[in-house]
């Protein structure tokens, strides 16, 4: 049972670039979120699914999009990285939106750097 | 939802217990506090959670005051694997819209 699983760990890329996160979790959970933490700062919302087929923003949402591919898979795109970008991504699920008596439970991250 | 208040950093010597403890003035009465661990490289981690009075579980206790506006994690005799950032969060338990909103959280540091 691996959890929430992200991929890929580690990605630098050149301002302009694209690039898709992915993020998947095996635990039949309906609800899915991305955040990303710069250092000294604590997690920031970017986009979250509360359920297969729907997606909303979050606290930062510009620069990004996602798609929840199906009930398992959400994937966070940059289209065009910036270096304010360079951060540590992590994807989460919980088993219903509401996070009471349903935790979150995280991936272990993606760090991207954008020079 | 409630804005949380907590230290930026404490530490700790090895077999201490240490409690930390978070400010939400604001708190309503559809809120639930929740707390979680996050280690270096990994992301956090669920601990404990509750509304109200006290809860233990196998990694922690939450005491909670009859006015619910502050709520304190007590870690037991605190080991140097315990040395992480610990967030606490305020939800309402019952909308399903606003997803929980993380803090700076607070950086224990435990020392040998």
């Known amino acids: 049972n691996a959890g929430v699983t992200q991929t890929p760990k580690f990605q630098v890329l050149k301002t302009g670039q694209s690039m898709t996160l992915q993020c998947a979790q095996d635990?039949?959970?309906?609800?899915m979120y991305w955040y990303r933490q710069d250092p000294g700062m604590g997690l920031r919302l970017i986009y979250y699914?509360?359920?297969?087929?729907?997606?909303d923003k979050g606290e930062v949402p510009n620069g990004y999009n996602v798609s929840r591919l199906n009930k398992r898979e959400f994937s966070l795109r940059l289209e065009s990285a910036a270096p304010s970008q360079t951060s540590v991504y992590f994807c989460a699920s919980s088993e219903r939106q509401t996070s009471y008596n349903s935790p979150l439970h995280f991936g272990n991250g993606t760090r991207l750097t954008v020079t | 939802l409630a804005k949380t208040t907590q230290p930026i950093s404490m530490d700790s010597y090895e077999g201490q217990e240490v409690n930390i403890t978070c400010s939400h003035n604001n708190i309503a009465t559809n809120d639930y506090i929740t707390w979680y661990q996050q280690f270096p490289s990994q992301g956090p981690r669920f601990i404990i959670q509750?509304?109200?009075t006290k809860v233990t579980n196998e990694v922690a206790s939450l005491f909670i005051p009859a006015d619910r506006k502050s709520s304190t994690l007590s870690l037991p005799r605190v080991s140097l694997s315990d040395t992480a950032v610990y967030y606490c969060l305020v939800g309402d338990m019952n909308s399903g819209n606003t997803p929980l909103v993380f803090g700076k959280g607070t950086r224990l540091s435990v020392i040998a």
């Open positions: 635990m039949n959970h309906n609800s």
């Open positions: 509750g509304y109200k």
């Open positions: 699914s509360a359920s297969e087929g729907t997606t």
